[in-house]
T-cell receptor
Framework: EPEVTQTPSHQVTQMGQEVILRCVPI?????FYWYRQILGQKVEFLVS????????KSEIFDDQFSVERPDGSNFTLKIRSTKLEDSAMYFC??????????????FGPGTRLTVL | KQEVTQIPAALSVPEGENLVLNCSFT??????LQWFRQDPGKGLTSLLL?????REQTSGRLNASLDKSSGRSTLYIAASQPGDSATYLC???????????????FGQGTILTVHP
């Protein structure tokens, strides 16, 4: 069964450094998402991406964040200058073969980001 | 803005019991609602997607119901097993008003423990 994959599983970085989190969505999906979950808190939406552009983003997704689909398969989240409060589990999801992204979303296993 | 509440926050039961997990949401003009399972430190596994036109959706021992008018969904787990122990999350997208590309809003979840 197709699945969403994410690398690395755990990333440790120093405050102020740039990190890139990578995801390979399910191949025939059209909508891609990043969510994050700070330890002990709810899963929060960061950004959705459709037709090679951001379709929606949350207040969390400020200028320090960017997303890219550099080739036909990878979907990346870049944090330009990490802060301590960026420490969280970051989940990639894909779905939405139908219009408006209303199909089942499938989540990857997550990347745990630790900012020291 | 969609807000999600899940009750109870935690549930501990002996094996074999039938369970009811409740989810309420504030914006009832939704296309669908998705239920997920999250094991500790892991990603989200999609359990069921129930469309707004459906009242129920079943998968094995799981049955989800949706009452849009009251802003509620219920997940029934029949004959619970220790392997069902996990956090269960419900996630509706925003209501139909405005632009939405499937971003999900998550509740805090119900932490389920099933004892052998």
């Amino acid at each position: 069964e197709p699945e969403v994959t994410q690398t690395p599983s755990h990333q440790v970085t120093q405050m102020g450094q740039e990190v890139i989190l990578r995801c390979v969505p399910i191949s025939n999906h059209l909508y891609f998402y990043w969510y994050r979950q700070i330890l002990g808190q709810k899963v929060e939406f960061l950004v959705s991406f459709y037709n090679n552009e951001i379709s929606e983003k949350s207040e969390i997704f400020d200028d320090q964040f960017s997303v890219e689909r550099p080739d036909g398969s990878n979907f990346t989240l870049k944090i330009r200058s990490t802060k301590l409060e960026d420490s969280a589990m970051y989940f990639c999801a894909s779905g939405g073969r139908s219009s408006r992204g209303t199909d089942t979303q499938y989540f990857g296993p997550g990347t745990r980001l630790t900012v020291l | 803005k969609q807000e999600v509440t899940q009750i109870p926050a935690a549930l501990s039961v002996p094996e074999g019991e039938n369970l009811v997990l409740n989810c309420s949401f504030t914006d009832s003009a939704i296309y669908n609602l998705q239920w997920f399972r999250q094991d500790p430190g892991k990603g989200l596994t999609s359990l069921l997607l129930i469309q707004s036109s459906q009242r129920e959706q079943t998968s094995g021992r799981l049955n989800a119901s949706l009452d849009k008018s009251s802003g509620r969904s219920t997940l029934y787990i029949a004959a619970s097993q220790p392997g069902d122990s996990a956090t269960y999350l419900c996630a509706p997208p925003p209501g139909a008003g405005g632009t939405s590309y499937g971003k999900l809003t998550f509740g805090q979840g119900t932490i389920l423990t099933v004892h052998p």
